[in-house]
């Protein structure tokens, strides 16, 4: 059985056509379509529904050394109040979760997790902790609202102190007032746009929605669904779990090497990663260049030989064409070499190219 | 957007209008260009190939998902809509008006409903 979030009743009332997602119901998209959200993205400003998201917090004087245990990155540099990108490896190297976490202080530190790995997160984490450590897991009582595109600063701005928005991408501020609502804002998105996600509680996450979307109205500020996200996602080369890594993929084996900081004492997955040398596969991106769209799992060949697959591929309507992103072996396919994508039985040309297909 | 009473429907949201010259031009019906969404490829076949009932003749894909389209007759297609080779927007525009292929030498034809019948059909499935 679904659950819904703090937010269902406002996507019904503005015609969502809500779908099952990661045990959530939540809209793909709204009257307006994928590609004309996707697009007010790119060009204006949209507004998500991000609350299906997990919030895990570590507190204690061991919060740090479990944080360096758990995740690849190093947060050991990092100041009150900024983010870091990490995935989050098992003994074998192959990614549990990719996830973000926010230094609120030295001790304490806020992971947010991909909705569909909530519960397998959680109990990874915990079982793994060591030492003096507290783990909260604050889902139920957060909800999430993503603001994204070049028009999100000033559509901020009419609700807020604009003093306390966070002035550079990846930092946050911890508590200021949005609409009159006491909002965490970081400067993150999965959209290759400049934007926020606001965290509040799920009392107040109505109100706030309905009070960015009447601020952000003469800005061209529209709600965007599940479609918009995928397909903004993917043309700005962005990974998603399931797709780009499991937990038989490693890191370095789908282009996230540099989130993989080897010079770290130890974390887990770093001995397995050690032991498998350089990889011999890649992510790439693949241009779609005969008709068709590639989506996941579509066999990619060079003349006769295998050499990959797809991960995630969909039409990106920016960029006006369809790209895919791949794991393929490194030799047979560098920038530029021509591969053939094999698409519901037919073989399809395709140009491989960059992954951030689109960037700002 | 009511359902045209001069055209026939099939239960796969196909429409089917009767050129009077013994040919027959098909469509797919707005409740199916509303529950595809944007769509960004059409593939239709040649003028010449034979259609089935029941059988696809071509796919449209969206954003989201590629869906096979159905021939609700059997015959040759004598004609095919370029424009929605590098428009097939027109069939979320139109879904009315943007036809996709014309078949003639028609030997046989699933049951098809006419307007009254297709939209109790809608009503049900909502």
Known sequence: MERKTPLYDCHVALGGKIVPFAGYLLPVQYGTGVIAEHMAVRKQAGLFDVSHMGEIVLTGPDALNNVQMLLTNDFSDMEDGQIRYSPMCNDKGGVVDDLIAYRLRQDCYLLVVNAANHDKDAAWISSHLTGDVRFDDLSDGVAQIALQGPQSQAILEKLCNPAEIPAKYYTFTQKMAVAGFDCLVSRTGYTGEDGFELYCAPADAAALWNALLDAGKENGLIPCGLGARDTLRLEAGMPLYGHEMNDEITPKQTGLGMFVKMDKPDFIGKKAMEEMGVPSVKRCGLKIIGRGIARENCPVYVGDRLIGHTTSGTHCPFLGGAYAMAIVEKEPAPLGATVEVEIRGKRVAAEVVKVQFYKR | ?126
Not at chain 2, 12 to 21: F, L, P, T
Not at chain 2, 26 to 45: H, K, R, S
Not at chain 2, 72 to 83: D, F, L, M, R
């Open chain 2, 1 to 126: 957007m009511a359902n045209p009473t001069n055209l026939l429907y099939a239960k796969s949201h196909e429409w089917v209008q009767d050129m009077g010259d013994g040919s027959f031009r098909i469509g797919l019906t707005d409740y199916a260009q509303n529950e595809l969404g944007d769509l960004v490829f059409v593939n239709l076949p040649q003028e010449g190939d034979e259609v089935e009932t029941g059988a696809a003749f071509g796919d449209v894909e969206s954003v989201k998902a590629v869906s096979d389209v159905y021939s609700p007759v059997t015959g040759v297609v004598c004609a095919i809509n370029e424009e929605l080779l590098d428009h097939p927007e027109m069939i979320n525009q139109d879904a009315y008006g943007a036809w996709m292929i014309q078949v003639n030498e028609v030997s046989d034809k699933e049951e098809l409903l006419d307007s009254a019948a297709y939209e109790a059909l809608l009503s049900e499935e909502a």
